[in-house]
């Protein structure tokens, strides 16, 4: 079955620091690939976005490239920050036989960043 | 735009009542999905609904059930509450269904049962 594996955490980092968050999928067709972020006692917040391989969805300095050969995802800031501590949940939505909308999630990986 | 706003945001119930929560999508959207989130079992899908049809439903017993009106809005009931009920349920909308919609979230309903 279509599945996504993350990274655990938590995952400490100092402010300006490099980040990497692993994902990788398991998925029967093409699917899209997502990154949500979740800041305490909130919802989900959509991060990116990617909807065939070798695309790169960025945003607010966050970066992933959908990589079909090896079936990732990875998430990567070139400089975190303090605010950018949450958690960071991988998502795939696969075609499959229902052709719906349904996202599957991976554990999350919770990101602590100190000053 | 206004977001996905789902209420109420906090509940507490006891075992053996039931519950019903409420979702508004974002304006325009036509799919609703509902997904439970548990420190356990972390977020898990438990359906979706597009012009009032549920279109996909999780594993999840028949006590979760949940309904689609015409203006998008979509509830979600939970009968015969169990300790194990109790988790943050998020909603999540989008335009269309289908593979590769980006889905929005609302903020969440916390339930508590005791």
């Known amino acids: 079955g279509n599945s996504v594996t993350q990274m655990e955490g938590p995952v400490t980092l100092s402010e300006e620091a490099f980040l990497t968050i692993n994902c990788t999928y398991t998925?029967?067709?093409?699917?899209?690939l997502f990154w949500y972020v979740q800041y305490p006692g909130e919802g989900l917040q959509l991060l990116l976005k990617?909807?065939?391989?070798?695309d790169k969805g960025s945003n607010k300095g966050f970066e992933a490239t959908y990589r079909k050969e090896t079936t990732s995802f990875h998430l990567e800031k070139g400089s975190v920050q303090v605010s950018d501590s949450a958690v960071y949940f991988c998502?795939?939505?696969?075609?499959?036989?229902?052709?719906?909308?349904?996202?599957?999630f991976g554990q999350g990986t919770t990101l602590q960043v100190k000053p | 735009k206004a977001g996905v706003t789902q209420t109420p945001r906090y509940l507490i119930k006891t075992r053996g009542q039931q519950v019903t929560l409420s979702c508004s999508p974002i304006?325009?959207?036509?799919?609703v999905s509902w997904y439970q989130q548990t420190p356990g079992q972390g977020l898990q899908f438990l359906f979706e609904?597009?012009?009032?049809?549920?279109?996909n439903k999780g594993n999840f017993p028949g006590r979760f059930s949940g309904r689609q009106f015409s203006n998008s809005r979509s509830e979600m009931n939970v009968s015969t509450l169990e300790l194990g009920d109790s988790a943050l349920y998020l909603c999540?909308?989008?335009?269309?269904?289908?593979?590769?919609?980006?889905?929005?979230f609302g903020p969440g309903t916390r339930l508590l049962v005791l």
């Open positions: 999540a909308s989008s335009l269309y269904s289908g593979y590769g919609e980006t889905q929005y």
């Open positions: 998925a029967t067709g093409y699917p899209s």
């Open positions: 990617a909807t065939k391989a070798d």
């Open positions: 998502a795939l939505s696969d075609q499959g036989s229902s052709n719906t909308g349904k996202l599957i």
């Open positions: 304006s325009g959207h036509r799919s």
């Open positions: 609904y597009f012009s009032e049809t549920q279109r």
